[in-house]
């Protein structure tokens, strides 16, 4: 082997290794044009099916640097970089253009240079450490349309023994089924390579997101789909079996406009605009809900209680029944799922003051009114045993004619609202998780404590209110059983003791697809794949093709079937086809 060879294939291995043990690098430059990037394979659709999760190289071609004077001296040809401000201009370049392809001859190339420097039976090559995986953006200029190159070490023990090679082809969106490849060509394909195989079929449907209304797509944040793997693929774009595996992936946004939670979501973001009042200084208040004032509600509210003559109960009785929440969308779902009728004093107070307040006067002006009724006995408010507002403190206080001064200025008002809230609204979560026996007091502890500040008390309502959206979602939606909306949610509390509140994050349960069979048996699949194998562990080797509703490659753009409508509305449904090869290369 030529000595130019190997020496290309020890730049290139020094290259990588670099890139690969240094945690504060993302990217270097090869050849000046060529870009490698360091990222976790399953960022990428194509190769989350084979890398999942660990590091991969990912080789594409550089953006050309903007506005470069012609009189600059030129540059090593290869190059670590870092993410610094001087790359902001190629940065967003790069984000407009997209990721770009390689020519198939230069990817094969680079996938002989990675191969070459693990090989230790290669005169003058080092017994390499090994690499992380490489992948290569194709530009499908040869005839199979290669979209993808990637190579992978084998080890046996420390020591490199082989690689797979990879190789992805894909073929544009096409509503004509006899078009695409049939399960026994996917085998004679594996067959080529591969004795002895295996066969696994997996498919992902759609059961709640976007919706078509009209051929216009309504958008949603939130998404429940399901994965189905099983054994004995019979035939291309087949029904999962009700034998199958089945996970739901359950990713849900708050704010949904659909959501019997909405108006609860609504209450939160009140609360939050006055947590980041108290925090910021400044504040964007919220469209007021009443056409009344804060002021006159409140005059109002104290006047019908310094009015009746009933017993405190009664009165309470009465009172929470004639304000009660007045949802906009008067949705009867929302209000049978989380609606109290036992409200007290202070959190009727909260309900009339979160739909009217509109500046931090009407909070300080609302809360004289109250502590001035206190203080001359005006009013005897009953209020909840557990109330740990200072609002309530000073309720309890009124009933033995010892109520301490309190000064409403700065953001004391604030403050005590935001204490209301806070109140109020953990005990609305407690009433439905209790009650609808999905967890314990115990497993609340966390969520409901008031020993830490009240920012860190707010994001840990954010986070109950979000396990409160995934498990209504679930509920009202897809109509889980009892035993699967209590096992989603003592995951999710699990997750948020110790995760950061992120709406994107995808949370995973187990189900049985008979229990969701009527959402998917008659409806097209947004994924299916067939998957035949050979060998086992690291030696093993697959052949998969996979049929999408959408392209799993963003850097070469796919033809359109003329028969496909704008909006996918179409009797059959269009699928781009992508079909993953491997080969096993055994050095020893």
């Not at 309900?351 to 002006?365: A, E, L, Y």
């Not at 860190?456 to 995934?470: D, G, Y």
Request: with cysteine; hydrophobic share 35%; net charge negative.
């Amino acid at each position: 082997m030529g000595l130019k060879v190997i020496s290309s294939a020890k730049e290139f291995y020094n290259l990588l290794r670099s890139l690969q043990e240094d945690e504060s690098k993302e990217s270097c430059i090869y050849e000046e044009d060529i870009q490698m990037l360091k990222m976790n394979g399953d960022r990428i659709p194509v190769l989350n099916m084979y890398c999942g999760s660990q590091p991969v190289f990912i080789c594409e071609k550089a953006v050309p640097k903007i506005d470069e004077p012609d009189d600059q001296p030129m540059t090593e040809t290869s190059n670590c970089t870092d993410n610094s401000a001087d790359d902001d201009d190629t940065n967003a370049l790069q984000t407009e253009l997209g990721p770009q392809p390689l020519t198939i001859m230069k990817a094969r190339q680079l996938l002989s240079l990675y191969t070459i420097s693990q090989n230790a039976n290669v005169p003058a090559v080092d017994n390499n450490p090994p690499l992380h995986p490489l992948w290569v953006r194709c530009d499908m200029s040869d005839p199979a349309g290669t979209t993808w190159f990637g190579a992978e070490t084998v080890c046996t023990g420390n020591k490199v023994s082989g690689v797979k090679l990879y190789s992805v082809t894909c073929k544009g969106s096409t509503v004509d089924k006899r078009s695409l490849i049939t399960l026994d060509e996917l085998k004679q394909e594996h067959k080529k390579r591969h004795p002895q195989m295996a066969i696994k079929g997996s498919a992902r449907f759609c059961l709640f997101g976007s919706n078509v209304v009209e051929n216009t797509v309504i958008e949603s944040q939130s998404s429940v789909t399901v994965d189905f793997k099983w054994s004995h693929v019979e035939s291309i774009l087949e029904t999962p079996p009700l034998s199958s595996t089945a996970t739901l992936n359950i990713k849900v946004a708050n704010g949904d406009m659909r959501s019997p939670m909405y108006e609860m979501y609504r209450e939160l973001e009140f609360l939050q605009t006055l947590a980041d009042g108290l925090r910021t200084g400044e504040t964007e208040w919220m469209e007021p809900l009443e056409s009344t004032s804060a002021v006159n509600l409140t005059k109002a509210f104290l006047e019908e209680l310094q009015g009746t003559a009933k017993t405190l109960q009664d009165q309470a009785a009465k009172t929470a029944e004639t304000t009660k929440v007045k949802t906009e969308s008067e949705n009867p779902i929302f209000n049978s799922f989380l609606e109290r009728g036992d409200l007290d004093f202070v959190e009727q107070l909260w309900v009339r003051m979160r739909k009217s307040v509109t500046s931090f006067q009407d909070i300080g002006d609302c809360l004289k009114l109250v502590t001035e009724a206190l203080r001359y006995g005006d009013i005897k408010p009953w209020i909840h045993r557990d109330s740990s507002s200072s609002l309530s403190k000073l309720i309890l206080q009124s009933y033995h004619q010892q109520i301490d001064h309190v000064s409403l200025t700065g953001v004391t008002p604030v403050h005590m609202l935001l204490e209301m809230g806070l109140d109020k609204m953990r005990k609305d979560y407690i009433n439905y998780l209790i009650g609808e026996e999905l967890t314990t007091l115990n497993h609340l502890c966390y969520y409901l404590s008031t020993e830490v500040d009240v920012q860190e008390q707010v994001i840990r309502l954010r986070k109950l209110h979000h396990l409160l959206e995934i498990i209504v979602t679930c509920s009202t939606f897809l109509g889980l059983h009892y035993d699967r909306l209590f096992l989603l949610t003592q995951s999710c509390l699990q997750h948020y003791k110790t995760n950061p509140y992120d709406e994107e994050h995808q949370f995973k349960l187990q189900i049985k697809p008979a229990l969701i069979s009527h959402f998917y048996q008659k409806e097209q699949p947004v994924m299916w794949g067939a998957e035949v194998s050979s060998g086992h562990g690291p030696r093993e080797v697959r052949t998969s093709v996979q049929l999408s509703d959408r392209p799993l490659v963003d850097h070469v753009i796919f033809e359109t079937d003329p028969n496909e409508t704008v909006n996918g509305d179409s009797k059959d449904p269009a699928f781009f086809s992508t079909m993953v090869c491997c080969s096993l290369v055994n050095f020893t």
